[in-house]
């Protein structure tokens, strides 16, 4: 499309928000935009905000591109019409809203609640704010059909966002995700929004579902004698001024541990997160106050919560007593290595059990599965899909755990999405178990690697903003297809994986394996000595993602720090061959 084709067609959508149909500061911010600031108007205009991963998210803001009252109506709009349509055999259709703590989430909660509403769906609407897997929880346990979470998980404080989840709990996947689109994108017209509400279709639910959700969270416990051991064990926790700050101490004392430390400067709900750069539990910086607070008082754990308490950092003490921080891969083998090897202790394991990781997973989960003859299956990147597995097994096999590198976890199937409130809850008990067996959290992840061998992983994440990045991502993209590269650290390239055209790629002979998989702009390479490096471009953030994973078959138990360095030095290495930065 020409520039001036695009200048027109910006400023014909932007002259329709500055129509009486919307409110007067909305008008005013369009009119400044289209007077004053042609690059914001063009960047708030030029789309529609889509769909991705996680459902709706992007920058608050007036305009069509942007998270504001008349997005979040349409979208609930089409929403409603599709939930209509898919249910219309039963004589009560019901949806489940949640929201966090960050800015206008009540203000988008409560718009989406009379929209729903005003198409005669019953709603059930969350008082204040509620973690993101409490709505999980709540949509299955009130039998709802569908629910809404207004979020933008970990992301800057400039955005908010809106997460769709299906009758099983799981967030939306293929079909109903594009027909879901597909039905916003028929409402061309604000006018066609039913925003006005009824109020006999909306109940207000609270601390009712709080306590049969931790009640139900608490029976996932595999170490309640241990616990109770070890019920003083010292936790501090922050909540990064998020939800976490509602449920995460309830539940550590529900699993039995009473000495829990919240920072308290940081359980200030504020959406403008002022103590933290980001309020994501990925970057170290968010946890430098927990950090420190955990080093003044001798603490066990540190955990640390993004706004709606889907993800979870964790920070533990080294051999040397100071506390570093787990990878979200490393925190993940934790988890299910604990989770297997009670499990087998129990005698639980009946030979039908299975766990989930994505792709882009550190594969020592599969070493570990394989080790207690416990099936494994890799989805892509994104919980929902790791939801699809449980349910489509549900009946057939017992789901134990999953998880995926980028900081969420799940154990049990009463939640079909990554829940950091559970997680903290066994993380603590993974502390405790290992504090029994005179060891640290950090010794148990190096009895892991004795055992099953060296992973290591690290990620890249390029952020491109805007109209502009996202075709530089775009084009990204394009050229790894078009010229792969041949071999990685001086070791070939045997397999390429293009998600996208559902194949494998074998170097060797150039034969291609179609993939049992649905498509997705993923790319991987895997090198004859075990490397494998994805690149894809995410599905909630303008950023385009390289995720490195490097292993040694063996691990010498006299010095495995210093062959972590290694491996580290040899992702340093890839990195700057590749010269992504």
């Given at each position: 499309m020409k520039e001036l084709d695009m200048d027109e067609m910006v400023l014909q959508r932007a002259e329709k928000w500055i129509q009486p149909q919307f409110d007067?500061?909305?008008?005013?911010?369009?009119?400044?935009?289209?007077?004053?600031?042609?690059?914001?108007?063009?960047?708030?205009?030029?789309?529609?905000?889509?769909?991705?991963?996680?459902?709706?998210?992007?920058?608050?803001?007036?305009?069509?591109?942007?998270?504001?009252?008349?997005?979040?109506?349409?979208?609930?709009?089409?929403?409603?019409?599709y939930?209509?349509?898919?249910?219309?055999?039963?004589?009560?259709?019901?949806?489940?809203?949640?929201?966090?703590?960050?800015?206008?989430?009540?203000?988008?909660?409560?718009?989406?609640?009379?929209?729903?509403?005003?198409n005669g769906?019953?709603?059930?609407?969350?008082?204040?704010?509620r973690p993101t897997p409490e709505l999980s929880f709540a949509i299955r346990t009130l039998k709802c059909q569908c629910g809404i979470v207004v979020t933008a998980s970990h992301n800057p404080k400039e955005y908010n966002g809106y997460k769709v989840y299906w009758e099983d709990g799981g967030q939306i996947v293929p079909p109903h995700d594009a027909n879901i689109i597909a039905e916003?994108?028929?409402?061309?017209d604000i006018s066609e929004v039913k925003f006005e509400g009824d109020s006999n279709l909306i109940k207000v639910i609270g601390s009712e579902l709080d306590e049969i959700y931790l009640n139900t969270l608490s029976s996932l416990s595999l170490s309640p004698e241990i616990n109770k051991k070890y019920s003083n064990l010292k936790i501090v926790y922050t909540p990064l001024h998020g939800t976490g700050v509602k449920l995460?101490?309830?539940?550590?004392?529900k699993f039995g541990f009473q000495n829990v430390t919240t920072i308290s400067e940081q359980a200030v709900i504020d959406g403008n997160f002022p103590t933290v750069t980001s309020p994501n539990p990925e970057d170290p910086a968010a946890l430098s106050i927990a950090i420190k607070k955990a080093e003044?008082?001798?603490a066990d754990i540190v955990m640390a919560t993004d706004p709606d308490a889907d993800r979870v950092g964790i920070g533990v003490k080294n051999l040397e007593g100071k506390f570093v921080l787990l990878n979200g891969n490393q925190a993940a083998s934790i988890l299910i290595y604990y989770l297997l090897t009670r499990w087998s202790e129990k005698g639980k394991l009946k030979g039908r059990e299975f766990i989930v990781k994505t792709i882009v997973t550190t594969d020592l989960i599969s070493e570990i599965a394989k080790h207690y003859n416990v099936d494994e299956y890799n989805v892509l990147t994104g919980f929902k899909y790791i939801a699809e597995m449980i349910r489509e097994l549900e009946g057939v096999k017992t789901f134990i755990g999953g998880g995926e590198e980028s900081y969420g976890y799940l154990a049990g199937d009463f939640v079909r999405d990554k829940d950091a409130v559970l997680s903290c809850a066994l993380f603590a008990e993974i502390t405790a178990w290992a504090k029994n067996q005179n060891k640290t959290t950090y010794q148990i992840l190096l009895d892991i690697y004795k055992q099953y061998g060296l992973f290591?992983?690290?990620?890249?994440?390029?952020?491109?903003?805007?109209?502009?990045?996202?075709?530089?991502?775009?084009q990204m993209m394009k050229e790894f297809r078009q010229s792969p590269p041949l071999s990685i650290d001086g070791s070939p390239v045997i397999k390429i994986y293009d998600y996208e055209l559902g194949l494998i790629l074998s170097t060797n002979d150039g034969s291609k394996t179609p993939m049992n998989m649905p498509k997705s702009d993923v790319l991987q390479f895997l090198t004859k000595d075990g490397t494998r490096i994805s690149v894809r471009p995410s599905g909630t953030e303008p950023k385009i993602k390289f995720y490195f994973g490097v292993k040694k078959e063996r691990a010498d138990s006299k010095n495995i720090e210093a062959e972590l360095g290694t491996l580290d030095q040899k992702i340093e290495r890839i990195v700057a061959e590749l010269k992504i930065q």
């Open positions: 007067k500061i909305t008008r005013e911010k369009v009119q400044y935009l289209i007077d004053s600031d042609k690059k914001e108007l063009t960047e708030s205009f030029y789309k529609d905000l889509e769909f991705g991963t996680g459902g709706l998210r992007g920058i608050m803001g007036v305009g069509t591109n942007r998270m504001n009252t008349y997005t979040v109506g349409m979208a609930t709009q089409g929403l409603s019409n939930i209509v349509k898919q249910y219309s055999a039963l004589s009560e259709i019901r949806v489940a809203i949640a929201f966090d703590s960050r800015n206008n989430s009540m203000k988008f909660a409560d718009v989406a609640a009379k929209v729903f509403s005003s769906i019953k709603v059930y609407l969350f008082e204040t704010l916003v994108k028929r409402i061309t995460v101490p309830n539940a550590l004392h003044a008082i001798d290591k992983e690290h990620l890249v994440s390029i952020t491109k903003k805007g109209k502009d990045g996202a075709e530089q991502i775009k």
